[in-house]
């Protein structure tokens, strides 16, 4: 079954620090994937997608990710995080035997403190 | 644009007992999925809702259950409750449930079971 890996728990960064969160997913076929943000108190919201064409995704504050296939991965990276991005970060991608979006697989989020 | 609201946000209920949670999705979306937010599990899929049709579900046993009305609000049961149910449950909403449709999450209802 498709399974999603984040690699670090929680990542402690100085403000202008780069960014790097690594995200492996299992299938290995056509997949869309993800990153989501949850901010303290806040509702989980899109970063980014990725369907299909240039691998290299822009979304939104700054944040971009690379999807690698040969390696199954989709890394975001932030040339130079703020405190404001303290947040807890998932990936996920879709189940593709699922047939439907509503298949989101999660990987387990990884927690980002970015000290002022 | 209102969000995806939920509700009650907050629960508590004792083993055995049964709850339902609502979700009232974004006007016009059409769809509704379910997660069910543990520290050790993480998020993990429940079930999909689209024109009150369910199509999708996860792998939860039988003891969870869901809807969708006609106006697409969702809500979702879970009978004889278990410690192990403690949990945020997420309701997001989508306009379809084609793969490309992005899905809009609520703020969660946190049931603490006793």
């Known amino acids: 079954a498709q399974s999603v890996s984040q690699h670090n728990h929680h990542v402690i960064l100085s403000e202008a620090a780069s960014l790097e969160l690594g995200c492996n997913y299992s299938?290995?076929?056509?997949?869309?994937l993800f990153w989501y943000v949850q901010y303290p108190g806040q509702h989980l919201q899109l970063l980014l997608k990725?369907?299909?064409?240039?691998?290299l995704v822009k979304g939104i504050k700054g944040f971009e990710a690379e999807f690698i296939k040969s390696k199954f991965s989709f890394n975001l990276r932030k040339p130079s995080v703020q405190w404001s991005d303290t947040a807890e970060y998932f990936c996920?991608?879709?189940?593709?035997?699922?047939?439907?979006?509503?298949?989101?697989?999660f990987g387990k989020g990884t927690k980002l403190s970015v000290k002022p | 644009k209102a969000g995806v609201t939920q509700t009650p946000r907050y629960l508590i209920k004792t083993r055995g007992q049964q709850v339902t949670l609502s979700c009232s999705p974004i006007?016009?979306?059409?769809?509704v999925s379910w997660y069910q937010q543990t520290p050790g599990q993480g998020l993990q899929f429940l079930f999909e809702?689209?024109?009150?049709?369910?199509?999708n579900k996860g792998n939860f046993p039988g003891r969870f259950s869901g809807r969708q009305f006609s106006n697409s609000r969702s809500e979702m049961n879970v009978s004889t409750l278990e410690l192990g149910d403690s949990a945020l449950y997420l309701c997001?909403?989508?306009?379809?449930?084609?793969?490309?449709?992005?899905?809009?999450f609520g703020p969660g209802t946190r049931l603490t079971v006793l």
């Open positions: 997001a909403s989508s306009l379809g449930s084609g793969l490309k449709n992005e899905q809009f």
């Open positions: 299938y290995g076929g056509t997949v869309n």
């Open positions: 990725y369907f299909s064409g240039d691998p």
């Open positions: 996920a991608v879709n189940d593709p035997w699922g047939g439907s979006q509503g298949n989101l697989i």
């Open positions: 006007s016009g979306h059409r769809s």
């Open positions: 809702y689209f024109s009150e049709t369910q199509r």
